[in-house]
């Protein structure tokens, strides 16, 4: 079993930069592929980026390919999402996930466990 907890959200101007992190507990987090995900108000939850147990590989949601990069510290047991030239449009709760089976799926049904959100609100 793993838990989640993001942290490092907030309120921040357009074209401004925030850092999320994702503490894990438990002795595994290297086995785990791990997701950030977002929901804003009234839609449903999508894709943002995804990395892989070592770290080596990444994939992004076309929205925010180029802006964010995801990382992770296997020895600190943390991801991290580095989000750059933030847009209104980015505001959102943001989620961190973990997934036993394989790296780089979209869909939140393949993430096997969730952290609660951390809110992010980019003004305009």
């Known amino acids: 079993q793993v838990q989640l907890v993001e942290s490092g959200g907030g309120l921040v101007q357009a074209g401004d930069s925030l850092r999320l992190s994702c503490a894990a507990s438990?002795?595994?987090?290297?086995?785990?592929?791990m997701g950030w995900f977002r929901q804003a108000p009234g839609k449903e939850r999508e894709f943002v980026a995804s990395?892989?147990?070592?770290?080596?590989?990444?994939s992004y949601a076309n929205s925010v390919k180029g802006r964010f990069t995801i990382s992770r510290d296997n020895a600190k047991n943390t991801v991290f999402l580095q989000m750059n030239s933030l847009k209104p449009e980015d505001t959102a709760v943001y989620y961190c996930?973990?997934?036993?089976?394989?790296?780089?799926?979209?869909?939140?049904?393949?993430?096997?466990?969730w952290g609660q959100g951390t809110q992010v609100t980019v003004s305009s």
């Open positions: 438990g002795r595994t987090f290297s086995s785990y592929a």
């Open positions: 990395i892989s147990w070592s770290g080596g590989s990444t």
């Open positions: 996930a973990a997934d036993r089976i394989y790296y780089g799926r979209t869909s939140p049904r393949d993430y096997d466990y």
